[in-house]
Protein backbone atom coordinates (compact mmCIF):
# COMPACT_ATOMS: atom_id res chain seq x y z
CA UNK A 1 0.00 0.00 0.00
CA UNK A 2 1.44 3.84 -1.15
CA UNK A 3 2.72 5.66 2.19
CA UNK A 4 4.03 9.13 2.77
CA UNK A 5 7.68 8.70 3.97
CA UNK A 6 9.38 11.16 5.63
CA UNK A 7 13.40 11.56 6.64
CA UNK A 8 15.10 11.52 8.81
CA UNK A 9 13.15 10.39 11.36
CA UNK A 10 14.92 12.45 14.46
CA UNK A 11 16.95 15.39 13.82
CA UNK A 12 18.75 17.38 16.59
CA UNK A 13 20.00 20.77 15.83
CA UNK A 14 21.53 24.16 17.53
CA UNK A 15 19.66 27.12 17.91
CA UNK A 16 20.00 29.28 14.61
CA UNK A 17 21.47 26.37 12.64
CA UNK A 18 19.07 25.57 9.26
CA UNK A 19 17.42 22.34 9.11
CA UNK A 20 15.56 20.62 5.86
CA UNK A 21 13.19 18.34 6.23
CA UNK A 22 12.35 15.92 3.77
CA UNK A 23 9.39 13.90 2.56
CA UNK A 24 8.09 11.70 -0.45
CA UNK A 25 4.17 12.37 -0.60
CA UNK A 26 1.96 9.02 -2.42
CA UNK A 27 3.29 9.03 -5.77
CA UNK A 28 -0.13 10.18 -7.84
CA UNK A 29 -1.07 12.82 -5.14
CA UNK A 30 -1.45 16.32 -6.31
CA UNK A 31 -1.64 18.06 -2.50
CA UNK A 32 0.93 18.44 -0.33
CA UNK A 33 0.95 19.42 3.49
CA UNK A 34 3.36 20.11 6.53
CA UNK A 35 1.88 20.16 9.57
CA UNK A 36 3.52 20.43 13.06
CA UNK A 37 2.77 18.96 17.02
CA UNK A 38 4.72 20.37 19.86
CA UNK A 39 4.77 17.81 22.78
CA UNK A 40 1.47 17.19 23.94
CA UNK A 41 -0.30 19.38 21.95
CA UNK A 42 -2.85 19.29 18.81
CA UNK A 43 -1.65 19.05 15.53
CA UNK A 44 -1.04 22.46 13.51
CA UNK A 45 -1.19 23.07 10.09
CA UNK A 46 1.80 24.93 8.56
CA UNK A 47 1.28 24.92 4.65
CA UNK A 48 -0.61 23.17 1.67
CA UNK A 49 1.41 23.13 -1.78
CA UNK A 50 -0.39 22.59 -5.26
CA UNK A 51 1.04 23.13 -8.79
CA UNK A 52 4.53 24.33 -7.70
CA UNK A 53 2.67 26.79 -5.38
CA UNK A 54 1.63 27.21 -1.84
CA UNK A 55 -1.76 27.82 -1.69
CA UNK A 56 -2.17 28.21 2.11
CA UNK A 57 -0.31 28.89 4.78
CA UNK A 58 -0.90 29.44 8.45
CA UNK A 59 0.27 31.94 10.66
CA UNK A 60 2.73 30.08 12.26
CA UNK A 61 4.30 29.50 8.78
CA UNK A 62 6.24 32.77 8.88
CA UNK A 63 9.77 33.76 6.53
CA UNK A 64 11.77 31.96 8.46
CA UNK A 65 10.22 28.63 6.78
CA UNK A 66 9.74 27.79 3.21
CA UNK A 67 8.82 24.81 1.15
CA UNK A 68 9.96 23.13 -2.15
CA UNK A 69 9.31 20.66 -4.31
CA UNK A 70 13.27 19.76 -6.46
CA UNK A 71 12.19 16.98 -8.05
CA UNK A 72 8.73 15.00 -9.12
CA UNK A 73 9.19 12.88 -5.93
CA UNK A 74 10.55 14.82 -2.57
CA UNK A 75 9.01 17.64 -0.89
CA UNK A 76 10.93 19.76 1.90
CA UNK A 77 10.16 22.47 4.61
CA UNK A 78 13.03 24.49 5.23
CA UNK A 79 13.88 26.38 8.74
CA UNK A 80 16.29 29.10 7.94
CA UNK A 81 16.99 29.64 11.66
CA UNK A 82 15.65 27.49 14.19
CA UNK A 83 14.14 28.32 17.45
CA UNK A 84 13.88 26.66 20.54
CA UNK A 85 10.06 26.58 20.28
CA UNK A 86 10.49 25.10 16.46
CA UNK A 87 10.93 21.59 18.48
CA UNK A 88 8.22 19.33 17.56
CA UNK A 89 7.42 16.56 15.48
CA UNK A 90 6.58 17.38 12.00
CA UNK A 91 4.54 15.63 9.52
CA UNK A 92 4.01 15.32 5.49
CA UNK A 93 0.15 15.14 4.59
CA UNK A 94 -0.29 14.73 1.01
CA UNK A 95 -3.99 13.83 -0.96
CA UNK A 96 -5.31 13.51 -4.74
CA UNK A 97 -6.95 15.76 -6.88
CA UNK A 98 -10.44 16.38 -5.22
CA UNK A 99 -11.09 18.63 -1.70
CA UNK A 100 -12.79 15.67 -0.20
CA UNK A 101 -10.06 13.55 -0.71
CA UNK A 102 -8.34 11.99 2.73
CA UNK A 103 -4.95 13.39 3.48
CA UNK A 104 -2.44 10.77 4.22
CA UNK A 105 -0.11 11.44 6.79
CA UNK A 106 3.76 10.32 7.11
CA UNK A 107 5.52 8.89 10.02
CA UNK A 108 7.03 12.29 11.29
CA UNK A 109 10.19 13.68 11.79
CA UNK A 110 10.86 14.91 15.31
CA UNK A 111 12.61 18.10 15.47
CA UNK A 112 15.24 18.88 18.56
CA UNK A 113 16.44 22.70 18.49
CA UNK A 114 19.11 22.83 21.88
CA UNK B 1 -11.99 29.45 20.57
CA UNK B 2 -11.48 25.89 19.37
CA UNK B 3 -13.32 25.47 16.61
CA UNK B 4 -13.10 21.67 17.58
CA UNK B 5 -13.72 20.33 20.98
CA UNK B 6 -12.55 16.51 22.24
CA UNK B 7 -14.38 14.58 24.98
CA UNK B 8 -13.00 13.37 26.61
CA UNK B 9 -9.21 14.41 27.07
CA UNK B 10 -8.57 10.87 28.15
CA UNK B 11 -10.19 7.44 28.56
CA UNK B 12 -9.38 4.75 30.42
CA UNK B 13 -11.76 1.48 29.77
CA UNK B 14 -11.49 -2.32 30.59
CA UNK B 15 -10.86 -4.94 27.54
CA UNK B 16 -14.74 -5.78 26.44
CA UNK B 17 -16.27 -2.32 27.83
CA UNK B 18 -17.60 -0.58 24.98
CA UNK B 19 -17.75 3.34 24.95
CA UNK B 20 -17.87 6.51 22.44
CA UNK B 21 -16.00 9.51 22.03
CA UNK B 22 -16.98 12.92 21.38
CA UNK B 23 -16.21 15.36 18.33
CA UNK B 24 -17.96 18.90 18.67
CA UNK B 25 -17.63 21.64 15.69
CA UNK B 26 -18.56 25.49 16.21
CA UNK B 27 -18.09 25.98 12.50
CA UNK B 28 -20.89 26.01 10.18
CA UNK B 29 -20.63 24.58 6.37
CA UNK B 30 -19.16 21.54 7.35
CA UNK B 31 -17.29 19.89 4.29
CA UNK B 32 -16.14 16.98 6.23
CA UNK B 33 -15.12 15.59 9.27
CA UNK B 34 -12.24 13.21 9.83
CA UNK B 35 -11.47 10.77 12.62
CA UNK B 36 -7.50 9.54 12.67
CA UNK B 37 -5.74 7.50 14.80
CA UNK B 38 -2.06 8.48 16.35
CA UNK B 39 -0.21 5.81 18.17
CA UNK B 40 2.79 7.92 20.40
CA UNK B 41 5.31 9.35 17.99
CA UNK B 42 3.74 8.26 14.97
CA UNK B 43 1.59 10.46 12.74
CA UNK B 44 -1.96 10.04 11.98
CA UNK B 45 -3.41 7.29 10.83
CA UNK B 46 -6.53 7.80 8.89
CA UNK B 47 -9.61 5.64 9.73
CA UNK B 48 -12.89 8.07 8.85
CA UNK B 49 -14.69 10.56 6.30
CA UNK B 50 -18.22 12.11 7.23
CA UNK B 51 -19.71 14.28 5.23
CA UNK B 52 -22.99 14.83 6.28
CA UNK B 53 -25.53 14.23 9.28
CA UNK B 54 -26.70 11.15 9.63
CA UNK B 55 -23.90 9.45 7.86
CA UNK B 56 -22.10 6.56 9.43
CA UNK B 57 -19.21 4.16 8.81
CA UNK B 58 -17.67 1.50 10.23
CA UNK B 59 -13.89 -0.34 10.35
CA UNK B 60 -13.38 -3.71 12.85
CA UNK B 61 -14.54 -2.75 16.11
CA UNK B 62 -15.24 1.15 15.31
CA UNK B 63 -18.49 3.06 14.14
CA UNK B 64 -18.36 6.53 13.31
CA UNK B 65 -21.73 8.97 13.01
CA UNK B 66 -22.52 12.76 12.61
CA UNK B 67 -25.07 15.20 13.28
CA UNK B 68 -25.33 18.63 12.90
CA UNK B 69 -22.84 19.72 15.47
CA UNK B 70 -20.71 16.89 16.70
CA UNK B 71 -19.93 13.23 15.86
CA UNK B 72 -19.04 10.00 17.79
CA UNK B 73 -16.71 7.08 17.38
CA UNK B 74 -18.44 4.34 19.03
CA UNK B 75 -15.73 1.72 20.31
CA UNK B 76 -17.32 -1.69 20.77
CA UNK B 77 -15.63 -4.55 22.89
CA UNK B 78 -12.34 -2.78 22.60
CA UNK B 79 -9.08 -4.31 22.97
CA UNK B 80 -5.39 -3.49 24.25
CA UNK B 81 -4.49 -2.57 21.05
CA UNK B 82 -7.28 -0.45 20.04
CA UNK B 83 -4.57 2.10 22.55
CA UNK B 84 -4.06 5.05 21.04
CA UNK B 85 -4.64 8.77 20.56
CA UNK B 86 -7.64 9.66 18.33
CA UNK B 87 -7.91 12.79 16.65
CA UNK B 88 -10.93 14.61 14.88
CA UNK B 89 -10.63 17.09 12.45
CA UNK B 90 -13.13 19.09 10.49
CA UNK B 91 -13.02 20.61 6.89
CA UNK B 92 -15.50 23.49 6.88
CA UNK B 93 -16.39 25.27 3.12
CA UNK B 94 -14.19 28.30 2.49
CA UNK B 95 -11.08 25.90 3.37
CA UNK B 96 -9.22 22.79 2.12
CA UNK B 97 -7.35 22.87 5.42
CA UNK B 98 -8.48 20.58 8.53
CA UNK B 99 -8.61 21.63 11.54
CA UNK B 100 -7.66 18.89 14.48
CA UNK B 101 -9.28 18.90 17.83
CA UNK B 102 -6.74 17.76 20.73
CA UNK B 103 -7.50 14.17 20.72
CA UNK B 104 -8.40 11.49 23.10
CA UNK B 105 -5.92 9.55 24.37
CA UNK B 106 -7.94 5.79 24.97
CA UNK B 107 -5.91 3.38 27.05
CA UNK B 108 -7.81 -0.59 27.34
CA UNK B 109 -6.59 -2.85 30.54
CA UNK B 110 -6.54 -6.18 29.14
Known amino acids: EPEVTQTPSHQVTQMGQEVILRCVPI?????FYWYRQILGQKVEFLVS????????KSEIFDDQFSVERPDGSNFTLKIRSTKLEDSAMYFC????????????FGPGTRLTVL | EDQVTQSPEALRLQEGESSSLNCSYT??????LFWYRQDPGKGPEFLFT???AGEEKEKERLKATLTKKESFLHITAPKPEDSATYLC???????????FGRGTSLIVHP
Open chain 1, 93 to 104: ASRGGSPTDTQY
Open chain 1, 27 to 31: SNHLY
Open chain 1, 49 to 56: FYNNEISE
Open chain 2, 27 to 32: VSGLRG
Open chain 2, 50 to 52: LYS
Open chain 2, 89 to 99: AVQYRGSYIPT
